[in-house]
């Protein structure tokens, strides 16, 4: 680590994120998740906000924070949002957990492999992303009932809603990196995945 004399920024020789900047942007997207779980009610963007940790994140780390924003998202079903307490229900919020990590596997993946612009790699890691999770969610679907609920409209409705949260929060994430530079020096870029 150096630092830098004209200013209390701490970042490597390689100019990456500090571990700061890390854990900021992961508080917004935890914050952005909350957002979701509060203003949408159970339709989180799980797949949008695995993609933006896959992307700016190491895999280990976005698995973690997506355990947290799951959590998160859990917490306020059951205590805020009314939630039944049923055998169904909890079995329900852990396929949504296992689905959400498997997409942030499957985003981490595409991501880092896909050789093309970064906007095309977050694009493919949104699309087989979100084809991971809605499989995940029907296979659970097909012992917990609800296959009905996977119809083409919604599933594509759903893929529209994780679309518009991905440009948001890459919005978002480009004013972090531009506006909290003078504190937070390098912050992790999404539309500089790599």
């Given at each position: ?12 020789a390689?100019g ?30 799980f ?31 059951f205590?805020?949002l ?10 329900w ?14 985003a981490?993946i ?6 093309s612009?970064t906007a095309v790699?977050l ?15 029907l296979?659970a ?5 609800g296959?009905?609920?996977f ?20 919005v ?15 912050t992790p870029?999404?539309l500089r995945?790599?």
């Amino acid at each position: 680590m150096i630092t830098s004399n004209r200013s209390t920024q701490t970042f490597d020789a390689a100019g990456q994120p500090s571990n700061v900047a890390n854990f900021v942007w992961i508080v917004i997207l935890t914050l952005a998740g909350v957002g979701g779980s509060v203003v949408i009610s159970c339709v989180t963007p799980f797949v949008a906000l695995a993609v933006a940790l896959s992307g700016t994140v190491r895999l280990r780390v976005a698995l973690r924070a997506m355990t947290a924003i799951w959590l998160t998202n859990q917490f306020i079903g059951f205590a805020f949002l009314h939630f039944p307490r049923t055998l169904n229900t909890f079995l329900w919020g852990f396929a949504i957990g296992a689905a959400a990590m498997l997409s942030t596997v499957v985003a981490s993946i595409v991501v880092k492999c896909a050789e093309s612009r970064t906007a095309v790699r977050l694009g493919l890691a949104l699309l087989f992303g979100y084809a991971f999770y809605e499989i995940a969610l029907l296979v659970a679907a097909l012992f917990l009932g609800g296959v009905e609920t996977f119809s083409p409209a919604t599933i594509a409705q759903l893929g529209l809603v994780n679309l518009f949260w991905l440009v948001g929060l890459a919005v978002l994430n480009e004013l972090v990196a531009t506006l909290c530079k003078t504190w937070l020096g390098v912050t992790p870029r999404l539309l500089r995945a790599s």
